[in-house]
């Protein structure tokens, strides 16, 4: 399975970016995709993941001005992220987990920066 991350760059804040991520290979049809992201000096941290079925969970601090989405006929997971802030800057990485698989992306970096 391979996991191609795309759409970062820099924004102002209150501005607005839309992820993408593509999933190929061997892809159940059950499994969570996601979104999760890395900070300088930080853990890395679970941003939004959403089910085969379209059930979705959200990071606090996200909660309101992200939005994931996913084609599971494309195998694609987007995350629209809104009203930027400047502690959403990090490196972002989309994930696929499929029991009892554990994939990862190379990530995409987001600075939002005035």
């Known amino acids: 399975v391979q996991l191609q991350a795309s759409g970062g760059g820099l924004v102002q804040p209150g501005g607005s970016l839309r992820l993408s991520c593509a999933a190929s290979?061997?892809?159940?049809?059950?499994?969570?995709m996601g979104w999760y992201r890395q900070a300088p000096g930080k853990q890395r941290e679970e941003v939004a993941v959403i089910t085969s079925g379209g059930s979705t969970d959200y990071a606090d601090s996200v909660k309101g001005r992200f939005t994931i989405s996913r084609d599971n006929a494309k195998n694609m997971v987007y995350l629209q992220m809104g009203s930027l802030k400047l502690e959403d800057t990090a490196v972002y990485y989309c994930?696929?987990?499929?029991?009892?698989?554990?994939?990862w992306g190379q990530g995409t970096q987001v600075t939002v920066s005035s």
């Open positions: 290979g061997s892809i159940f049809s059950i499994n969570v």
């Open positions: 994930n696929l987990q499929q029991r009892p698989y554990v994939f």
